[in-house]
Nanobody, 121 residues
Framework: QVQLLESGGGSVQAGGSLRLSCVAS??????????IGWFRQAPGKEREQVAT????????TYADSVKGRFTISRHTTDPIVYLQMDNLRSEDSAVYYC????????????WGQGTQVTVSS
């Protein structure tokens, strides 16, 4: 069973940077974690898709709110996906989750526990 573990959250001032990591384990085939997405949810708000990476990392997507500031990438050999967050803003404060979607699946159905990011202005 696929398990995802996020780390790297914390508190930072506006304009600062953080790098989140998502480590996958328990999978038997890489196809089970073909797609990895980072999502976030702030109190009182709906969950938002922040960035996704497909396959070997050649295909990525970003929410408009983070384009040019966040970068998603995959480790070249290990099952780790990173989210580099630069020029953070107070509105980026949220719990960040990573999720996995298999190559033949249509929805992200494996989720981590989340890591808190707090940006103070």
């Amino acid at each position: 069973q696929v398990q995802l573990l996020e780390s790297g959250g914390g508190s930072v001032q506006a304009g600062g940077s953080l790098r989140l990591s998502c480590v996958a384990s328990g999978f038997t085939r890489r196809a089970e974690i073909h797609n990895i997405g980072w999502f976030r949810q702030a109190p009182g708000k709906e969950r938002e898709q922040v960035a996704t990476v497909e396959g070997f990392g050649r295909t990525t997507t970003y929410a408009d709110s983070v384009k040019g500031r966040f970068t998603i990438s995959r480790h070249t050999t290990d099952p780790i996906v990173y989210l580099q967050m630069d020029n953070l803003r107070s509105e980026d404060s949220a719990v960040y989750y990573c999720a996995a979607r298999g190559v033949f699946e249509h929805q992200y159905n494996r989720w981590g526990q989340g890591t808190q990011v707090t940006v103070s202005s």
